[in-house]
């Protein structure tokens, strides 16, 4: 009995380790191709040709030119329109169009600004004083009558008030300044002539007079 119990676990043990090594072990896997695709995968397609754009012939303008070339270099394509633009020292521009779809002579236009000049002198006299008559009235506005609008009266100034008894006071604060500056400047006199006799002048001069009366005396006596 033991040694078949050994025996069944040595075959899980046996069973469980090779079905490990399959598991853990990487396996290849080969697709199916079919040899007729890869035949057909290595054939090169053939480039084909670039189809040139037709270009569009261009008819010669309808109006003839009124110059010709003389001289012609660097323009390998005899075909097409040539537009070029020239300004003279004046600052004046002309245009100028070669055309090369045309043949012979007179096949350059030489052009110049159209301005108003130009399209009144295509013009008759009587188209030309009707349109001038349109622009005048759309030039000139209808005048507007502005309403005399009323101006406010000016309101008057109210009086100023305090103006000149603040003049007097001033003045009566100067006087008073200068009056007060005089008498202390001048207070020692007045104190002399206060403490000074009154008669002290009368009696003076009535003793000059006496003395004048007692020298004309004399002088009569001498005489």
Known sequence: MKTKIKDRLLRTVLAVTTAMCFLVSPMTAYAYVDPEAETAEEEVVPELPAEEEEVEEMGPLTPEGNLTIVDDYGSPEKTGKQFIT?????????????????????????????????????????????????????ETPAPVVEEPKEE?????????????????????????????FYVYSNREDF?????????KDFQEDEETNILEKMDTENDKSED
Do not use: C, W
């Open 86 to 138: 020239v300004t003279t020292k004046n600052g004046n521009i002309f245009y100028i169009i070669i055309d090369r779809d045309d043949q012979g002579e007179n096949t350059v236009h030489f052009l110049n600004l159209v301005d108003e000049r130009d399209i009144l002198s295509l013009l008759d006299e009587d188209e030309i004083k009707e349109l001038k008559g349109e622009t005048e009235e759309e």
């Open 152 to 180: 406010p009266e000016p309101e008057p100034e109210p009086p100023k008030k305090g103006g000149s008894k603040v003049a007097m006071i001033i003045i009566l604060l100067i006087l008073a300044g200068a009056g007060g």
């Open 191 to 199: 104190i002399k002539r206060e403490k000074e006799d009154p008669d």
